[in-house]
Nanobody, 117 residues
Framework: QVQLVESGGGLVQPGGSLRLSCATS????????MSWYRQAPGKQRELVAQ???????NYADSVKGRFTISGDNAKNTVYLQMNNLKPEDTAVYYC???????????WGQGTQVTISS
């Protein structure tokens, strides 16, 4: 079992920055694909960014060049650095750990990000 705990959300003005954190209960980066998803009111949950056990990253087109996903193995923490934030980035952001090998899929509780002037 893996627990994921997100933090770092909040209210930011357009053009601002936030860094989200996802603390994992144990070291899993070498075995799981780590992802950030988001869900805005009335919309489906969508993939924002991810990195796999090989270190390859993938981003949604809407956040390319503005968001960066990274992981700190020593701290068992995944980060999502979000720059030049836009009102359309407003959503609940969720951390996800997925492994086809272990047939496991874990989610955090989510953290609210609101972009508004």
């Amino acid at each position: 079992q893996v627990q994921l705990v997100e933090s770092g959300g909040g209210l930011v003005q357009p053009g601002g920055s936030l860094r989200l954190s996802c603390a994992t209960s144990r070291s899993i980066f070498s075995m799981y694909t780590m992802s950030w998803y988001r869900q805005a009111p009335g919309k489906q949950r969508e993939l924002v960014a991810q990195f796999n056990s090989g270190g390859s990253t993938n981003y949604a087109d809407s956040v390319k060049g503005r968001f960066t996903i990274s992981g700190d193995n020593a701290k068992n923490t995944v980060y999502l650095q979000m720059n030049n934030l836009k009102p359309e980035d407003t959503a609940v952001y969720y951390c996800n750990a997925n492994s086809n090998y272990f047939r496991a899929d874990y989610w955090g509780q989510g953290t609210q990000v609101t972009i508004s002037s």
